[in-house]
């Protein structure tokens, strides 16, 4: 058997031959990369190990020291847990509101970021790359640095957390809706410009329904992600829950039985939240389908 090709023709036994040359270079380039990778590793574990102020193969034995601390004065405090429920519930409220209020301006700002930056519908065509750069660099930032300088600014409190928040969230989810706006039907934007409609008429009645679903589904996930971002920034002084474990946290023990208790309220509320959006998201999927 033979491969008639433009070329001439050339034996089957030749591109076997080449296909599994070309397998064995594959399969080489690849055990080459592992074992550099393999070595990057292990030299940057010795690294980060001798630097450490204690030494990891010290410390892994006292890993579940601190959580059996933790759990040994809950389990001693069991009938104050519910009266630290009521206590902390108000931390876990703003905490939950700093996510949400966080997450719809994000999105808002995700909304005309993705639109401007989505070749077919953007307003102005040669600043495309621009607004991509900026939802790229708005998503590389970690909150926690937007925080830390916002509370340098501001001082403490939600109001650093959420404006970092948002920032964030524009960038990601801005990222998302872009890709979603990519496969619009722009019969209906078309139509619209036909009769005389701005942009912002034809990105409002053209393209938003189109793209809602998928819109609120990213939103919701992305809700759950900021429940536990704005948990995380109250370590740095910005509110919520996190800065109530903190300080439970940092008295030691006679408070364990606290950070218990946040643990718990902030554990229960990412579950219900998550199964909510879930289901949400769910039933947003089946519609778009029928």
Avoid: C
Avoid at 64 to 81: I, N, Y
Avoid at 138 to 158: D, S, T, W
Avoid at 162 to 173: E, K, Q, R, S
């Amino acid at each position: 058997m033979v491969d008639q090709s433009a070329g001439g023709i050339m034996p089957t036994a030749a591109i076997r031959g080449a296909y599994l040359a070309q397998n064995r270079r594959k399969r080489l380039y690849g055990g080459v990369l592992l074992v550099f990778f393999v070595a990057l590793m292990a030299g940057g574990f010795d690294l980060a190990d001798a630097r450490n102020a204690g030494g990891f193969w010290n410390g892994i034995t006292h890993v579940f020291d601190f959580p059996a601390e933790v759990l040994g004065e809950a389990a001693g405090k069991l009938h104050e847990l519910p009266a630290h429920f009521v206590t902390f519930l108000p931390a876990l409220i703003e905490t939950v509101n700093i996510a949400g209020a966080s997450t719809l301006v994000g999105a808002m700002m995700a909304l005309v970021f993705s639109l401007l930056a989505t070749r077919g519908l953007a307003l102005w065509p040669r600043a495309i790359p621009l607004f991509r750069r900026l939802m790229d660099v708005m998503r590389a930032v970690p909150e926690i640095v937007i925080a830390l300088v916002l509370i340098f600014i501001l001082g403490g409190g939600p109001v650093p957390a959420m404006i970092a928040i948002a920032f964030h969230t524009a960038g990601a989810l801005g990222k998302l809706f872009s890709e979603v706006n990519e496969n619009v039907d722009l019969k209906p934007v078309d139509g619209l410009a036909s009769v005389g409609g701005n942009w912002s008429q034809r990105m409002l009645f053209g393209v938003v329904p189109q793209v809602a679903p998928n819109y609120l589904s990213y939103m919701l996930l992305r809700f759950e992600i900021n429940i536990r971002a704005s948990a995380i920034l109250g370590f740095v002084g910005a509110g919520g829950i996190g800065y109530e474990l903190k300080n439970a946290m940092s008295w030691g023990q006679g408070k364990y039985d606290e950070a218990a208790a946040i643990f718990l309220l902030l554990f229960a509320t990412i579950v219900v939240v998550d199964q909510a959006s879930g289901v949400i998201r769910n039933r947003l999927s089946a519609t778009e389908v029928h």
